[in-house]
């Protein structure tokens, strides 16, 4: 799923740093490869930790797991490769049904398919009967020649800096410290710097199509994975098989017009959050209104601004993390009760919970360790992007910012200096997805979708083209519609993927 981007800087992916994630090349056809497919290992730190994964019900439900071979630079194909890391869950319906294999990207960017599916793999049975379920590490994330920049004691003080600044001192700091962060970025991980856009990681789906013998790649995209797809799309309309974009990121808009439509979509879910606590049949313990709700979660940020309190030793819930707390637990409505949780907590001085909220934003385990997530989500934003905002550009933005979110908007404008000082050049003001002649592909937009807002799915069904973009709206909460589990976007899913029944654009999912 895509993150508000931080206040950070540029990272970049490593292949020096990592000897075994890179390889000589030898001019061999990487399409014929074959991949030795093993026990899935337990993930690594930078996948996010965690046991190895448990098979699924029901028959071939055991996860496997392989290393592909791809170009380090795709305009050198025949020369140095890197690995990317994938997982496999046969199909497990009879073989002579089977359509082929079914490859998820869950988003981020930077966030783990090796990982995530085996998490989400339940959720899919009824797409497992006909497909193998595939998933991979994008390059520069987990444990395909992964992103490295700062380590975790200094990661840990990077993200209490105040990201959103009140005087010159402290915009003076949070530039100093984004350039601090791109500087050790580019000493740990240069060499794939070049190497980590959008456009490279669709060509690698389409070198994976190829080698797990498909025809058509056949695709669900969450989030970023949306833009993925759409990238796939554009530069191979004719390989597209049936395919699937949920949560959808809007391919025409700059970085400043994404940032102020997730302004918006963040405050519309905080709205929706503060109307459903003080509708419940028990009083709502953070406000007695919606807007009194919304007003203390105001008063606690610029309290948290002036003096910190206590969160998870040794360190504190600052109103930096406080709102990184408060935006994951609004990606979806079963984390709601933990924001009301948390913020009872916080009101009576105790940080814990918002903090805990916040390091799941922010990849961080409980052993203190964090995944690559923030690294791979910087380096992918920064090389596909070619804005590089100025301290004066966002001050010149603030009104509007203000304007969509008088809670999130400072924070989301603030993110936008991310990519400052960042060395090598963006790609393109917007990604192109324009895939003539493509398969049709359904589109979902969720109307209360806080980070990938409903709009995104029109802009998308739009940019596709005339005949290849479905659109359906999902009348809901929560960052996603399929896995909300709406009955009725789920059968509209499930009769696309499984028997090419393409719905009637315009339908709709309550």
Excluded at 4 to 13: E, I, K, N, Y
Aim: net charge negative; with cysteine.
């Amino acid at each position: 799923m895509p993150r508000p981007l931080r206040p950070s800087a540029a990272v970049l992916a490593v292949c020096a740093v990592l000897l075994t994630g890179c390889g000589e090349g030898g001019g061999e056809d990487l399409t014929e490869q074959r991949l030795d497919w093993e026990d899935c290992p337990a993930p690594s730190e930078a996948q996010g930790g965690g046991p190895s994964p448990s098979p699924l019900p029901g028959g071939r439900g055991e996860w496997s797991c392989a290393t592909m071979k791809a170009p380090l630079d795709w305009d050198d194909p025949g020369g140095e490769t890197i690995g990317l890391a994938l997982t496999r869950v046969r199909a497990s319906g009879p073989a002579g049904e089977r359509i082929g294999s079914l490859i998820f990207n869950f988003g981020g960017p930077g966030g783990s398919g090796v990982t995530a599916l085996p998490g989400f793999g339940e959720s899919y049975a009824t797409l497992r009967t006909r497909y193998d379920l595939v998933s991979f590490d994008p390059r520069g994330v987990g444990r395909s020649a992964p992103v490295v920049c700062l380590d975790d004691r200094r990661l840990d003080a990077h993200l209490q800096q105040d990201a959103t600044p009140d005087d010159n001192a402290e915009r003076t700091e949070l530039i100093d410290g984004t350039k601090e962060f791109n500087a050790a970025c580019e000493r740990n991980s240069g060499r794939m710097l070049p190497h980590v856009r959008t456009t490279d990681a669709a060509r690698d789906l389409d070198l994976m199509r190829q080698v797990l013998g498909d025809d058509t790649l056949h695709y669900f995209g969450i989030s970023y994975g949306t833009e993925l797809g759409g990238v796939y799309a554009h530069l191979f309309p004719k390989k597209v098989g049936r395919a699937v974009f949920d949560a959808v990121v809007d391919p025409t808009q700059t970085m400043e017009q994404g940032s102020l439509a997730q302004a918006r979509g963040f405050q519309l879910a905080l709205d929706d959050y503060a109307e459903d606590c003080v509708a419940g049949t028990e009083e709502c313990p953070v406000g007695d209104s919606a807007q009194d709700v919304k007003n203390r979660i105001a008063e606690l940020l610029e309290d948290l601004d002036r003096t910190p309190v206590p969160g998870i030793p040794p360190r504190a819930l600052t109103q930096t993390t406080a709102t990184g707390g408060i935006v994951q637990a609004l990606y979806s409505k079963d984390l709601w009760k933990f924001l009301t949780d948390g913020l009872e907590q916080a009101y009576a001085g105790d940080g814990t919970i918002l903090m805990a909220l916040s390091d799941a934003n922010d990849g961080r385990s409980e052993n203190g360790g964090y995944s690559n997530l923030i690294p791979a989500n910087v380096a992918v934003n920064c090389s596909d992007d070619k804005s590089r905002h100025t301290p004066e550009d966002v001050e010149r933005g603030l009104p509007a910012f203000r304007a969509a979110s008088p809670l999130f908007g400072e924070y989301l404008a603030w993110g936008m200096v991310g990519c400052t000082d960042w060395a090598v050049p963006g790609a393109a003001e917007h990604p192109d997805v324009h895939a003539p002649g493509a398969a049709p592909i359904l589109v979902i937009g969720n109307t209360g979708d806080p980070a990938t807002p409903y709009e995104g799915a029109r802009g998308m069904a739009r940019a596709l083209g005339e005949g290849v973009g479905v659109e359906l709206t999902y009348r809901g909460q929560g960052h996603g519609a399929y896995n909300s589990g709406n009955t009725c976007v789920q059968d509209v899913v499930h009769a696309y993927l499984l028997n090419g029944k393409v719905p009637a654009a315009g339908a709709v999912c309550s």
